[in-house]
């Protein structure tokens, strides 16, 4: 049963890296660690595997001034688009990583566990960074920018509630997940639709391209 927490847990950070990709990793460090005591009797630190280096001082501290430094620079105008696009893969390796490490023992350490962890992990990782991409993308062209600070905003709160629940009630993360990822999946379809449609741009001649 505990295993099938933990794969639970490893989903649930997974989505909580595709809103931001320090943030569940910066928690999970100060769980394991024993830096907050709010995760009661789950053992965070043996569900992480090979992986209990996570729960270092001085990792925790890397991670809170990167998470720190993360959630300021999607404050600022214009730098958010931009960091999309080195966050986009940074949190598909996160996503593979945090859900490889919680993976069952009995998954063994070797390419298996990893391709799993990246199909399970990774991809869902990339699906919700990827509808937040559309959703900031679509706020910059519809605001101008003046929107962005509440959809990042409202990632924050998404990573840090996900992240929490993946790690306090792991089946309430998982159930949460499935619904997260029928709501990404719509936006996304949505987004590719709507371009679709989207009639070609006219030529000098006035002729449509």
């Known amino acids: 049963m ?11 950070l997974a989505a909580a890296c595709g809103f931001r990709v320090f943030v569940p990793l910066f928690i999970t460090s100060l769980a394991a660690g024993g830096h907050v005591d709010m995760f009661g009797e789950m053992d965070v630190e043996a569900m992480l595997g090979g992986q209990e280096w996570l729960a270092n001082p001085g990792i925790t501290l890397a991670l809170g001034i990167a998470t720190a430094l ?15 696009t ?27 566990k990893w391709i799993a962890a990246t199909i399970a992990g990774g991809g869902t990782a990339g699906l919700v960074q990827g509808a937040s991409v559309i959703t900031r993308g679509t706020s910059t062209a519809t605001t101008g920018g003046i929107g962005n600070p509440v959809v990042s905003t409202a990632e924050l709160g998404g990573s840090i509630l996900t992240a929490g629940l993946a790690l306090l009630v792991p089946i309430l993360a998982g159930l949460l997940v499935l619904i997260l990822m029928y709501f ?19 030529t000098p001649d006035g002729a449509a391209g």
């Open 184 to 202: 990404v999946i719509r936006t996304i379809f949505r987004f590719f639709k709507n371009r679709s449609n989207t009639p070609p741009a006219p």
């Open 70 to 84: 993360e959630i300021g620079s999607y404050y600022i105008p214009w730098l958010d688009n931009a960091l999309d």
């Open 2 to 12: 505990n295993e099938v927490m933990a794969l639970f847990a490893g989903v649930g």
């Open 86 to 112: 080195v966050a986009t893969p940074a949190a598909v390796i996160a996503g593979t990583f945090i859900t490889g490490a919680m993976m069952p023992e009995m998954m063994g350490d070797g390419s298996f």
